[in-house]
């Protein structure tokens, strides 16, 4: 991968490795917002109400998802096959010999799908402005 730095592969697989716990967290934060109160804030002062649909929804635009839905739309573009890859891998922290053995490929179409899925990552985040490859 000597177009793409070390640093960089890291920190995408540090992503793609801690993608379960942050789309879990996200679904809780955006339920706990969406199922919250469903009253108005009264002000004691005697100012204006607040609007309760608007205050959710500024609240919800607020949810750091970026990583997360990155991810999301890799895994719905890429081959089930390498899906599967993420999943065995980074999912399940499994290496690459056992994730190719369970795949029945050899370990040099591994990296090569592994590989695919990290210029894909790459191009796409540089696209959202998660991360620049040129520092």
């Known amino acids: 991968m000597a177009l793409i730095s070390k640093?960089?592969?890291r920190h995408i697989e540090g992503e793609?490795?801690?993608?379960?716990?942050k789309i879990r967290m996200v679904k809780e934060q955006r339920d706990?917002?969406?199922?919250?109160s469903h009253y108005?804030?009264?002000s004691v002062s005697g100012g204006e109400l607040s609007n309760t649909?608007?205050?959710?929804?500024?609240?919800?635009a607020q949810l750091e998802t970026g990583w997360p839905?990155?991810?999301?739309?890799?895994?719905?573009?890429?081959?089930?096959e390498q899906g599967l890859i993420v999943k065995y891998r980074?999912?399940?922290?499994?290496?690459?010999?056992?994730?190719?053995?369970k795949l029945h490929i050899s370990r040099t179409l591994y990296y090569a799908w592994r590989d695919n899925l990290m210029f894909?990552?790459?191009l796409k985040a540089t696209q959202k402005g998660l991360i620049d490859p040129f520092v």
């Open 16 to 21: 793609l490795r801690s993608y379960p716990q």
């Open 90 to 101: 980074y999912f399940e922290g499994r290496s690459p010999d056992v994730v190719a053995d």
């Open 69 to 80: 839905e990155l991810i999301q739309y890799a895994l719905e573009m890429i081959p089930m």
């Open 32 to 36: 706990e917002i969406i199922l919250g």
């Open 40 to 42: 108005p804030d009264v």
């Open 7 to 9: 640093q960089i592969v």
């Open 120 to 122: 894909f990552l790459v």
């Open 53 to 60: 649909t608007q205050s959710k929804g500024m609240r919800l």
